[in-house]
């Protein structure tokens, strides 16, 4: 009778165990879920600058195609990437072309004076910070989700109840290297 009251005692504690193991995987996913829709909101936001930016240089410099239609087509790019990884290499590609219009710019003081291109160009600089804040919280939401799902007992009722590895928001492997500055 006693074994019998010890072995249901003990069944029940795994069972509560293995609850709490997985409210706290799903806690985790969801951490992981909101870090992304914020990453996704700063994004947004850069992508709505975009077009007002594009705008404001083609008033000025509307012979410079090349370069405004390059940002325009990696802004097209940039919003239709779904993956973390796709969305990373899309929003390099951006930036690059976005310092491209910057450089450009340089070559315009009319354009460099412009008081709605420099808020653009502020405005644009500030949603810079909060994509890279962004980014991180997103990547320590991973590494917490992660490292929660492949740790002993979790990584069991992990793999019982479907939960699969995220993905981290890094650069492609190409952009990692040092930067090279040519005069």
């Known amino acids: ?17 293995a609850i709490s193991l997985y409210n706290g995987l799903v806690r ?8 992304w829709a914020q ?6 936001r850069r992508h709505d600058l975009i077009p007002n930016l594009v705008e404001t240089v083609k008033g000025y410099a509307s012979h410079e195609r090349q370069a405004l239609e390059a940002v325009v087509a ?4 940039a919003v239709g ?8 290499a899309a929003e390099n ?24 291109f420099s808020e653009l160009q502020e405005e644009l600089s500030d949603t810079e910070n909060r994509i890279a804040y962004s980014r991180q919280y ?4 991973v590494l917490t989700y992660n490292n929660a799902i492949q740790t002993v007992p979790a990584n069991i009722v992990a793999g019982m109840t479907g939960f699969a590895a995220r ?13 090279q500055v040519r005069f």
């Open 1 to 17: 009778m006693i074994t019998l009251i010890v072995v249901a005692v003990v069944a029940v504690l795994l069972v509560l165990a």
């Open 93 to 116: 590609a951006l930036s690059g072309a976005l310092k491209s219009l910057f450089a450009l710019a340089e070559a315009y003081p009319d354009l460099k004076a412009s008081r709605n």
């Open 138 to 141: 997103y990547n320590d939401a």
């Open 39 to 44: 990453v996704d909101v700063q994004l947004k």
């Open 81 to 88: 990437a779904q993956t973390p990884r796709e969305q990373a």
């Open 28 to 35: 985790k996913r969801g951490a992981v879920d909101n870090a």
């Open 167 to 179: 993905e981290y928001f890094q650069a492609p492997g190409d952009e990692r290297g040092s930067v």
């Open 74 to 77: 990696a802004r097209s790019q």
